[in-house]
């Protein structure tokens, strides 16, 4: 194997094995971003050796025992710690990390860890977007280059961002545990939050010149599959996990040839991903079957569903969709939601209906550069044979639109819409 595959191979295993190796260092550090570092450190270690000694047979203990022992020297030197840390140093030693019994050990303590792992870098005392970075690079693996890339940042503002996130969470005193109780559930929430954020910026990129960005809706897809295996009872961690691969089973489908949006109406549905289909379906079965009340990421994920039940645009349940819209409503009352339920009365009742909503909504702050609710009315208005109207506000919502793919779209639409 050349220098160049090695390096290659390192970086794979790298992925699959960093959001594994951090977690079990922060349970021994109790520090998150102390096993950020000593992660790096061994990453280095493995790109320095492997090239000339061989990827180890089983590269994972490799990591691991190089990192617990880069660990136990970190604290030696750090003597100004003081008796706490030579209580850390006595625990590490007294374990034994062997090989054979590697992979038993983790199994033991793994869930928990990389659960507490999640917890941390979600947690709320961050700003989302800080949040959003520290997942992103803790648990997903991705570089700093690749989250600002993905963002539409410079590598040096999240470089920032994640530095002083672990330097929030190292002097906040926070304990590094998965929260009980009511904690749990508040911390639950931004745990999913930060993960359909991550996804949502990938199935529809607020800016820039792509309409998707795949590799953020794959990380978020992996989060998620990994937080319902190590939350299994918790309702809404398999609504959200169904509601992301019902709408990544579209991401074919989403784009023409040229890379421009296609709409879901006119979307061909035979490309829709049927595996994804029935993963998604089979998570929101599961999350119904634990609450039949259903949360929010569930109630969008039966929403979603009846799109993918529908062979054709023409026999979807509409009607269904409004009302769960309305259900929605009740738990997350905000104008975007209301902005959603009025297409789907649209759909259901005829475009009056549902712009009688929009026009209702027309003064809400929280809408006032939201290119979408020109979109709507529009669409809306094109179908009532108010064309003019509708060129105009097309034409609006190009204006507020910051994704160039979406803004090529409206003035797309805006022509059509007076035939020109």
């Known amino acids: 194997m050349s220098d160049t595959d090695t390096h290659r191979a390192i970086l794979a295993i790298w992925r699959i094995e960093q959001a594994r190796l951090i977690a079990v260092l922060a349970r021994m550090m109790r520090d998150v971003g102390l096993a950020e570092d000593l992660a790096q450190e061994t990453l280095v270690t493995a790109l320095e050796r492997w090239p000339?000694?061989?990827?180890?047979?089983?590269?994972?203990?490799?990591?691991?025992?190089?990192?617990?022992?880069?660990?136990?020297?970190?604290?030696?030197?750090?003597?100004m710690r003081g008796r706490k840390h030579a209580e850390i140093?006595?625990?590490?030693?007294?374990?034994?990390?062997?090989?054979?019994?590697?992979?038993?050990?983790?199994?033991?303590d793994i869930g928990d860890d990389l659960l507490?792992?999640?917890?941390?870098?979600?947690?709320?005392?961050?700003?989302?977007?800080?949040?959003?970075?520290?997942?992103?690079?803790?648990?997903?693996?991705?570089?700093?280059?690749?989250?600002?890339?993905?963002?539409?940042?410079?590598?040096?503002t999240v470089g920032q961002r994640i530095v002083r996130a672990k330097r929030t969470l190292s002097e906040s005193g926070l304990a590094y545990e998965t929260p009980r109780g009511e904690a749990l559930a508040q911390r639950l929430a931004s745990v999913l939050e930060v993960i359909y954020l991550i996804f949502n910026e990938g199935y529809a990129a607020t800016a820039g010149e792509d309409w998707m960005r795949p590799?953020?809706?794959?990380?978020?897809?992996?989060?998620?599959?990994?937080?319902?295996?190590?939350?299994?009872?918790?309702?809404?961690?398999?609504?959200?996990?169904?509601l992301m691969e019902l709408h990544a089973s579209r991401a074919a489908a989403r784009t023409n040839a040229t890379g421009e949006p296609v709409l879901l109406l006119e979307q061909n549905r035979t490309?829709?991903?049927?595996?994804?289909?029935?993963?998604?379906?089979?998570?929101?079965?599961?999350?119904?079957?634990?609450?039949?009340?259903?949360?929010?990421?569930?109630?969008?994920?039966?929403?979603?569903a009846c799109h993918a039940r529908a062979p054709t645009a023409a026999v979807t349940d509409w009607t269904r969709i409004a009302a769960l819209y309305a259900e929605l409503a009740l738990l997350m009352p905000s104008p975007v939601v209301e902005l959603n339920r009025a297409v789907a009365v649209a759909m259901a009742e005829g475009p009056q209906a549902g712009l009688d909503i929009v026009d209702r909504l027309t003064g809400e702050p929280a809408l006032k550069r939201y290119h979408l609710l020109p979109s709507v009315r529009g669409d809306f208005l094109v179908k009532l044979g108010r064309h003019e109207?509708?060129?105009?506000?097309?034409?609006?919502?190009?204006?507020?639109?910051t994704n160039q793919r979406e803004r090529d779209l409206m003035l797309k639409r805006s022509r059509e819409a007076t035939g020109l």
């Open 52 to 79: 000339a000694a061989g990827v180890p047979e089983n590269p994972g203990a490799w990591l691991m025992m190089t990192a617990k022992n880069r660990a136990i020297d970190h604290l030696r030197r750090d003597k």
């Open 116 to 156: 507490r792992l999640i917890f941390t870098a979600c947690h709320p005392i961050l700003s989302r977007e800080a949040r959003a970075a520290l997942t992103l690079r803790m648990i997903g693996g991705l570089t700093t280059e690749e989250i600002a890339r993905a963002f539409l940042s410079t590598e040096t």
């Open 389 to 401: 109207e509708a060129r105009a506000e097309f034409e609006r919502a190009a204006a507020l639109a």
């Open 215 to 242: 590799q953020l809706c794959e990380e978020a897809l992996r989060l998620g599959r990994i937080l319902s295996t190590l939350a299994p009872l918790e309702p809404e961690v398999h609504g959200l996990v169904g």
């Open 271 to 304: 490309r829709w991903d049927r595996l994804l289909i029935q993963r998604g379906l089979a998570a929101l079965e599961r999350a119904e079957a634990l609450d039949p009340k259903r949360g929010v990421y569930t109630l969008q994920a039966a929403m979603v």
């Open 89 to 108: 140093v006595q625990e590490l030693e007294a374990e034994q990390f062997t090989v054979p019994d590697f992979d038993a050990a983790m199994d033991d």
